[in-house]
Structure formats: structure tokens, C-alpha cells
């Protein structure tokens, strides 16, 4: 939507999603959905009390892309924060939770996602700092 000109300012849309992901950011600054929300057709949080690093990393985009940073850029600093913290000390992300569900029944499990996304966030964190 944003590469089509559509901006918080101008686009509802953009505007309910960037409020929807600030109001499910955990408190550790975090995301974390489960796998049921595919089942239920519903947003249902993670059941741990972590959050998952790629749903994390897919957030911090929309936020940023959004607009976050220049609006109130705390959200993207918590989140930012979790990813750095969350890194093992050979440059990995610790494989979480499954992160593909589709036709109600199905869940995969990308072994990349886990380094792409979260790393990919905080590569356009760095550039809309």
C-alpha cells in the first residue's frame, strides 16, 4: 500500500493496522501470534509468554513502513532491543514456534525465516533511524 502512495495519513487501513500492531506488542517488546489464528480466523496471541522473533520481525516492518519512527519510534527501540538480545553468540536466532499455516490443517516450519526476518527488521530499522 505504501509503494501504491498510501500513508498513515491518508489510508484508514494503514492507520487500523499500525493501531492493531501497537495494541498486541507484548510487554517485552515484542510479537507473538499463534497458529490457531488461522484455525479461527481471529488474532490469538502466542500461548507462551514470549515473543517469536520472525513475527516480531514482520511488526517492526509494517511499523516502520508505516511511519512508526517518525510518530513515536519507542515501539520499534523495544522491538529492536528484543532482536539484539535475543541473537546467540554465533550471529544465529533460536529456532521458535512454527511460523507457516495454511488451508486449516498444515504448518511448516521455515528454517530460514528465523534469521531472514528479524534480521531484515533491523537492517530498516537502521535505515529509518
Given at each position: 500500500m505504501v509503494h501504491a502512495g498510501c500513508t498513515y495519513?491518508?489510508?484508514l487501513a494503514i492507520r487500523r493496522g499500525t493501531q492493531f500492531l501497537l495494541?498486541?506488542?507484548?510487554?517485552?517488546?515484542?510479537?507473538?501470534?499463534s497458529y490457531r489464528s488461522c484455525l479461527e480466523k481471529r488474532y490469538i496471541r502466542l500461548e507462551?509468554?514470549?515473543?517469536?522473533?520472525?513475527?516480531?520481525?514482520?511488526?517492526m516492518m509494517g511499523?516502520?513502513?508505516?511511519?512508526?519512527?517518525?510518530?513515536?519510534?519507542?515501539?520499534?527501540?523495544?522491538?529492536?532491543?528484543?532482536?539484539i538480545n535475543f541473537q546467540l553468540?554465533?550471529?544465529?536466532?533460536?529456532?521458535?514456534?512454527?511460523?507457516g499455516v495454511f488451508n486449516k490443517n498444515c504448518m511448516l516450519h521455515y528454517a530460514t525465516y528465523r534469521n531472514?526476518?528479524?534480521?531484515?527488521a533491523l537492517a530498516e530499522y537502521l535505515n529509518h533511524s
Open positions: 495519513n491518508n489510508s495494541d498486541v506488542q507484548r510487554e517485552d517488546g515484542g510479537w507473538g501470534e507462551s509468554d514470549r515473543s517469536n522473533l520472525v513475527h516480531t520481525g514482520w511488526a511499523l516502520i513502513h508505516s511511519g512508526q519512527m517518525q510518530r513515536n519510534p519507542a515501539p520499534l527501540h523495544r522491538a529492536a532491543k528484543l532482536i553468540d554465533d550471529g544465529d536466532f533460536p529456532q521458535q514456534e512454527i511460523t531472514i526476518f528479524p534480521l531484515w
